[in-house]
């Protein structure tokens, strides 16, 4: 499907653009003259020659019909274009298929390994041992972020938030490792459409030049035409690349902030202020009822 991108769209251009000649011309096509009464001196002979060389002429002068005919048009331009359109398909496709999956949220932030990971510290069943175990279980970015913040265990808040803050940096960058790759894709392409149109314009300009008189007009315009393609293309890659690269990024957004929160949720447990009030409440409790 990536392959065949470029060569649907300079098929569909030049489809759309011998629509438009054939319409102009049938506009501008003088009326036929009334048919005079036939006499009986009238002969064959008197009929006019036919011109069968106007047909020819407006083939010879219009778009190419078919991708082999565009490709031989474009003459070296078109094949050296068509190799670096179709690569930027494919890596836009591939990227794009493996940061959807990879950026689902069941898979960065697995709701099961969280709210047990959670509800057990909150009820005082883990310590620092259990946890990194916990978290090494899980193969997850946001149990890798614990697992930051669990090695300081009993620290002071900031130092266990600091912890936590590093390990979910590394992790971001992981998150957003290629989605680079599609920024780049959708910054290319476009300037490379662009350089095949100035490319393109200069060889027709230059054919027009060394041409007769007859025709100039004509002939730019089907070099036009065919260079233009070269920037439909490039955007036509360019832009679904950028809108995926723009969903992505925000998805990576959205996860980094719950990632935050829950690490927060963390640091309010394992700290050493956490610790040290939870050991008041403990004992707290344990005095009023032995009293």
């Not at 130092?159 to 599609?182: K, M, W």
């Amino acid at each position: 499907m990536g392959m065949l991108l470029p060569i649907v769209v300079l098929v569909a251009i030049g489809g759309v653009l011998m629509a438009q000649d054939g319409g102009a011309a049938a506009k501008t096509a003088p009326a036929p003259a009334a048919t005079p009464a036939a006499t009986p001196d009238a002969t064959p002979d008197a009929t006019p020659d036919a011109t069968p060389d106007a047909a020819p002429e407006e083939d010879t002068l219009g778009m190419p019909k078919d991708p082999v005919s565009i490709m031989k048009q474009l003459g070296w331009m078109g094949w050296v274009f068509l190799v670096p359109f179709v690569g930027a398909t494919l890596i836009s496709l591939w990227y794009s298929v493996e940061r959807i999956v990879v950026l689902k949220r069941k898979r960065v932030i697995p709701k099961p390994f969280v709210e047990r990971f959670l509800e057990h510290l909150r009820q005082g069943k883990l310590d620092r041992s259990s946890s990194l175990k916990l978290c090494e279980q899980s193969d997850s970015p946001i149990a890798a972020v614990f697992a930051h913040g669990v090695r300081k265990w009993g620290k002071s808040s900031v130092e266990v938030e600091q912890a936590i803050i590093d390990g979910g940096e590394r992790q971001v960058s992981e998150l957003r490792v290629h989605l680079r790759v599609l920024n780049g894709v959708a910054t290319v392409t476009p300037l490379l459409g662009l350089l095949g149109t100035v490319l393109g314009m200069i060889q027709a300009f230059n054919d027009v030049a060394t041409a007769g008189s007859l025709g100039k007009t004509e002939q730019l315009a089907v070099g036009i035409s065919l260079a233009l393609l070269t920037t439909a293309c490039g955007l036509m890659i360019a832009i679904p690349t950028l809108i995926m690269y723009m969903y992505l990024s925000g998805r990576v957004d959205a996860l980094v902030m719950e990632m935050d929160y829950l690490a927060q949720s963390v640091v309010q447990m394992i700290s050493a202020e956490a610790l040290s009030e939870r050991r008041k409440r403990g004992s707290g409790g344990r005095s009023r009822r032995a009293v």
